[in-house]
């Protein structure tokens, strides 16, 4: 059963302990009477609880291209919260199809667009492991450059996030190898 749309956000700040006292009784309020709602802050609370508790692994350093790709994730679902912010309004408002169906036309159209101008991450970018390491409160040595830290960091504060990528893209990269046509053995190919 899913939660109700207007309580997901909620239900999230209320495991993160970020709701004031009449926000959380209101909520909890409802969870009686909700079996989605209570479900999803079941779940968003044991997720919380799993990633507070796991302990960090230092040997594992992700790329420059990896953080590209995670700076883009977020941008996306940057996108993505406005898009429902949209699809809402046009749910809640008394507007008729005459209207409503030239508006959808055009988010869509705007959509692929923004789409079709992004470069595939696929063709462009190796893949990075899959292995997520969340450090413990309190460490004091700097996060793993993982999706899942990202994320944890940016649920603290947007301002942690920012100094943590500063942080990493501000480490010295060891240099780039330089290819040459001896080196790939193509001396003997014809041009």
């Not at 420059?64 to 429902?84: D, M, N, W, Y």
Request: glycine share 4%; aromatic share 4%; proline share 7%.
């Amino acid at each position: 059963m899913k939660p109700c749309s207007r309580n997901r956000k909620l239900i999230a700040s209320l495991a993160l302990d970020a709701l004031d006292a009449l926000e959380a009784a209101a909520l909890r309020e409802h969870f009686a009477l909700c079996e989605g709602c209570r479900h999803y802050w079941e779940e968003i609370s044991n997720l919380t609880e799993v990633l507070a508790s796991a302990q960090p692994d230092s040997d594992v350093e992700a790329s420059e291209a990896f953080h590209r790709r995670v700076a883009g994730k977020l941008q996306a679902a940057e996108a993505g919260s406005v898009l429902e912010t949209v699809a809402a309004l046009l749910q809640g408002s008394m507007l008729t199809w005459r209207l409503t169906l030239p508006v959808i036309a055009v988010l869509v159209i705007a959509l692929l667009a923004v789409v079709a101008r992004r470069p595939h991450p696929a063709l462009s970018q190796p893949a990075s492991p899959a292995v997520q390491v969340v450090a413990a409160p309190g460490s004091e040595s700097d996060l793993a450059p993982t999706i899942g830290n990202y994320q944890m960091v940016a649920n603290q504060s947007l301002e942690k996030l920012s100094e943590l990528l500063t942080r990493q893209g501000n480490k010295n990269l060891p240099p780039a190898p330089i290819y040459t046509v001896s080196s790939l053995g193509l001396t003997n190919a014809p041009f």
